[in-house]
């Protein structure tokens, strides 16, 4: 286990709705990621924040947006929700203003699927 | 446009053999290299890190190759165990001009066999 929780485990939610998922990192991790996985590929990487601030954004539309606190939690938040979104939704905390170079240690995943 | 690419058929070997995934990639210079392990159901779990400027790591009955003249990498598992199977990701970053971000193949499935 890598002391990264998520949640909740599993969403189900309707085209045009608004989702927010939440993580917990691992305790003095400072950079968290947030990644989506579609079936049968590798996750794709949506943002990284560090200290709260965001500080490196994937190919994905303005409605993914993110917000990281203190206390080491963070959360991700989806706007008009399309089919396409539904998808497993990592996040994964490390070391580092530049974590991407770190080891990530990930969390079980967020399941959403959009109807 | 960048590209990663691993072998898209699973992998089927026998116990005791050793396993050897291949992660290629295209338009990119990684400064650094990264491989995952992914079981069913679960987030993928950090295995091994190799820098632009090294040939080779090992850790335990793992080891990683990075040839960039090539723009390859090497996964050999030895030994192989049926508590291998699972898929494995191969990830890389660039250099920050690239941006900060972890670019991910779409993985290999390896099956292990008694």
């Known amino acids: 286990e890598t002391g990264v929780t998520q949640s909740p485990t599993h969403l189900i939610k309707t085209r045009g709705q608004q989702v927010t998922l939440r993580c917990s990192s691992q305790s003095g991790h400072n950079t968290v990621s947030w990644y989506q996985q579609a079936l049968g590929q590798g996750p794709q990487f949506i943002f990284q924040?560090?200290?709260?601030?965001?500080?490196g954004r994937g190919n994905f539309p303005p409605r993914f947006s993110g917000l990281q606190f203190p206390n080491y939690s963070s959360e991700l938040n989806v706007n008009a929700l399309e089919l396409d979104d539904s998808a497993l939704y990592l996040c994964?905390?490390?070391?580092?203003?530049?974590?991407?170079?770190?080891?990530?240690?990930f969390g079980p995943g967020t399941r959403l699927t959009v109807l | 446009s960048q590209k990663i690419e691993q072998n898209s058929e699973a992998l089927n070997i026998q116990e005791g053999k050793t396993a050897t995934l291949t992660c290629n990639y295209t338009?990119?210079?990684?400064?650094?290299l990264q491989w995952y392990r992914q079981d069913p159901g679960r987030g993928p779990v950090f295995l091994l890190l190799?820098?632009?400027?090294?040939k080779e790591k090992r850790k335990e009955r793992l080891k990683v190759t990075f040839d960039t003249t090539l723009k390859q990498s090497l996964f050999h598992i030895t030994a192989s165990q049926p508590a291998d199977s699972a898929t494995y990701l191969c990830a890389l970053v660039g250099r920050l001009s690239y941006g900060n971000k972890l670019v991910f193949g779409a993985g290999t499935i390896l099956r292990v066999k008694s």
């Open positions: 924040y560090y200290r709260e601030e965001e500080n």
């Open positions: 190799i820098r632009e400027n090294e």
């Open positions: 994964a905390s490390s070391l580092g203003e530049y974590g991407s170079y770190n080891e990530q240690f």
């Open positions: 338009n990119y210079s990684p400064a650094y």
